[in-house]
């Protein structure tokens, strides 16, 4: 197999001994091409894809667990040869990732009927789902929004219009509590403003933590925490009926709990438009 050059990792043939019928040529979905993260299997063109800048993707990260990672965004759907299994695809991605120095989180096979395998390098998460001729791989580097950081009224609708959901920063709790502190007022103001500019907006608000403890903690305390900006904000003469809280605990990062610097991006509160 001819290899394209790094940093693509490449997928090496599986074909049985005796297949040697070519396909009729085939042709890639106008406008797509291959990831630079992992090349086809032969005998495989691209029937559709999908790159984001920013979305959100539901990854098997492990068999336990599926989680919903929002950041950079691709999906690759492959029409391959009907007798290329998904044994042979999850076989050659599992191989290609550790080869490139991911840790392989989810190896798994289902009969013979479809394989999933997921792989992790840092901020960069990579997972293939394949089934009998056909393979989907979707790949996601964790980042923030751009407009995170616009910590106005102003700047959160304009997030919210772009891309129906901001990251609101600042709003600050006690230590392991749902307690709000002093420094939050100013933010919190913003957020009533930005709710009374929007009379018609609906929001769901989402409390989010860092990886800090374990899930049966920060799962409750992220929407006991989103429950007291709600009230916060009713206080304020704002209609709660408008707002839905929920709490995510750790499971949707933003940033790497790995450091100080993506540990703070991850605490955060999230409003997110319903209608």
Same mark, same amino acid.
């Given at each position: 197999?001819?290899?394209?050059?790094?940093?693509?990792?490449?997928?090496?043939? +599986?074909? +049985?001994?005796?297949?040697? /019928?070519?396909?009729?040529?085939?042709?890639?979905?106008?406008?797509?091409?291959?990831?630079?993260?992992? /090349?086809?299997?032969?005998?495989?063109?691209?029937?559709?894809?999908?790159?984001?800048?920013?979305?959100?993707?539901?990854?098997?990260?492990?068999?336990?667990?599926?989680?919903?990672?929002?950041?950079?965004?691709?999906?690759?759907?492959?029409?391959?040869?009907?007798? =290329?299994?998904?044994?042979?695809?999850?076989?050659?991605?599992?191989?290609? =990732?550790?080869?490139?120095?991911?840790?392989?989180?989810?190896?798994?096979?289902?009969?013979? #009927?479809?394989?999933?395998?997921?792989?992790?390098?840092?901020?960069?998460?990579?997972?293939?789902?394949?089934?009998?001729?056909?393979?989907? +791989?979707? #790949?996601?580097?964790?980042?923030?929004?751009?407009?995170?950081?616009?910590?106005?009224?102003?700047?959160?609708?304009?997030?919210?219009?772009?891309?129906?959901?901001?990251?609101?920063?600042?709003?600050?709790?006690?230590?392991?509590?749902?307690? =709000?502190?002093?420094?939050?007022?100013?933010?919190?103001?913003?957020?009533?403003? =930005?709710?009374?500019?929007?009379?018609?907006?609906?929001?769901?608000?989402?409390?989010?933590? $860092?990886? /800090?403890?374990?899930?049966?903690?920060?799962?409750?305390?992220?929407?006991?925490?989103?429950?007291?900006?709600?009230?916060? +904000?009713?206080?304020?003469?704002? $209609?709660?009926?408008?707002?839905?809280?929920?709490?995510?605990?750790?499971?949707?990062?933003?940033?790497?709990?790995?450091?100080?610097?993506?540990?703070?991006?991850?605490?955060?509160?999230?409003?997110?438009?319903?209608?």
């Amino acid at each position: 197999m001819l290899a394209r050059l790094a940093p693509a990792l490449f997928l090496c043939s +599986l074909l +049985l001994a005796g297949s040697a /019928t070519a396909a009729p040529p085939r042709e890639d979905k106008k406008g797509c091409t291959d990831s630079k993260l992992l /090349t086809r299997m032969p005998g495989c063109f691209i029937r559709d894809c999908k790159v984001s800048e920013y979305d959100i993707a539901k990854i098997r990260t492990s068999k336990q667990k599926a989680e919903m990672l929002e950041g950079a965004k691709e999906e690759i759907k492959y029409i391959c040869e009907p007798d =290329l299994s998904p044994a042979a695809v999850g076989g050659n991605v599992a191989g290609a =990732l550790a080869a490139a120095g991911y840790e392989v989180t989810l190896r798994e096979p289902y009969f013979t #009927t479809r394989y999933t395998v997921t792989g992790k390098k840092g901020p960069q998460w990579v997972t293939v789902y394949a089934e009998k001729g056909n393979y989907v +791989l979707t #790949t996601l580097r964790l980042k923030e929004l751009d407009q995170v950081m616009e910590a106005t009224a102003e700047g959160w609708a304009d997030a919210i219009n772009k891309n129906g959901r901001v990251s609101v920063y600042g709003i600050n709790f006690d230590t392991g509590k749902a307690t =709000l502190r002093p420094d939050s007022e100013q933010v919190l103001q913003e957020v009533s403003k =930005l709710l009374q500019g929007n009379p018609d907006w609906y929001l769901l608000v989402g409390g989010h933590t $860092d990886s /800090t403890g374990s899930d049966a903690v920060n799962v409750p305390l992220s929407r006991q925490r989103a429950e007291a900006v709600i009230a916060w +904000l009713a206080k304020a003469g704002i $209609d709660g009926q408008r707002l839905t809280p929920a709490g995510f605990g750790a499971r949707k990062p933003v940033g790497d709990n790995a450091t100080d610097d993506g540990r703070a991006k991850n605490r955060r509160v999230d409003l997110i438009k319903l209608y």
